[in-house]
């Protein structure tokens, strides 16, 4: 059982550099979410999906992009990586907003 | 604006007493709390939740109760065990158009000493 599996784990990137963090899910779930986590913050929303080729933007989408081409994936684009978007992102993954979410072990990323 | 806040960032309690975790909310909107357990380089996982048509939902050792009227949920573990030091993380949805999804609380720290 695999749930949500989320790569790089860690990563360190340079002020104005782009990466794509991936996400993938094999339960079949519609809903689809990204969030980070900042030290001593609860998780704020960046994007979600409701199902494949719909998206819409959380709490703090700027400087970041998704896209949900399947099911399964729904993979977080950074451009013109800022200091500011040093964190700690999860991907999460639900069958319907009244269960409870599954979520990938995050991805640790330091921009310098 | 803080829609779900936790205001104890930590808490420390005895093995075998009881915890309680305590979460305010102030959109009357939301109607589905959950609560979240996290473990240090992990993602969190789901521990228990409570529709606003219920008052009290019990799980083996973990209790949530809602006091809609006050806003107000709390979280309790009866009887703690080490295994329990975590984040705690509440969460809070709504039924309105494009609620979708969770809005969660800043977390907090529970230690459980032996």
């Known amino acids: 059982n695999a749930g949500v599996t989320q790569t790089p784990k860690f990563r360190i990137l340079k002020i104005g550099q782009s990466m794509t963090l991936q996400c993938t899910q094999d339960m079949n779930h519609n809903y689809m979410y990204w969030y980070r986590q900042d030290p001593g913050m609860g998780l704020k929303l960046i994007y979600y999906?409701?199902?494949?080729?719909?998206?819409d933007k959380g709490e703090v989408p700027n400087g970041y992009n998704v896209s949900r081409s399947t099911t399964e994936d729904f993979p977080l684009r950074l451009e013109l990586a800022a200091p500011s978007q040093t964190s700690v992102y999860f991907c999460?993954?639900?069958?319907?907003?009244?269960?409870?979410?599954?979520f990938g072990s995050g991805t640790r990323l330091t921009v310098v | 604006d803080q829609q779900v806040k936790q205001n104890s960032p930590s808490l420390s309690v005895q093995e075998g007493r009881i915890s309680i975790l305590n979460c305010d909310y102030t959109?009357?909107?939301?109607?589905?709390f959950l609560w979240y357990k996290k473990y240090p380089a992990e993602g969190p996982t789901f521990l228990i939740s409570?529709?606003?048509?219920?008052d009290k939902n019990e799980d083996g050792r973990f209790t949530v109760f809602l006091n809609k009227s006050a806003k107000h949920l709390s979280l309790h573990i009866v009887p703690s065990q080490p295994g329990d030091s975590a984040v705690y993380f509440c969460?809070?949805?709504?039924?309105?158009?494009?609620?979708?999804?969770?809005?969660f609380g800043q977390g907090t720290r529970l230690t459980i000493n032996p």
């Open positions: 999460a993954s639900s069958p319907d907003r009244n269960y409870g979410y599954t």
């Open positions: 969460a809070a949805s709504g039924s309105s158009v494009g609620a979708q999804k969770l809005v």
């Open positions: 409570i529709s606003s048509i219920k």
């Open positions: 959109n009357s909107m939301f109607d589905y």
């Open positions: 999906s409701v199902g494949a080729g719909i998206t």
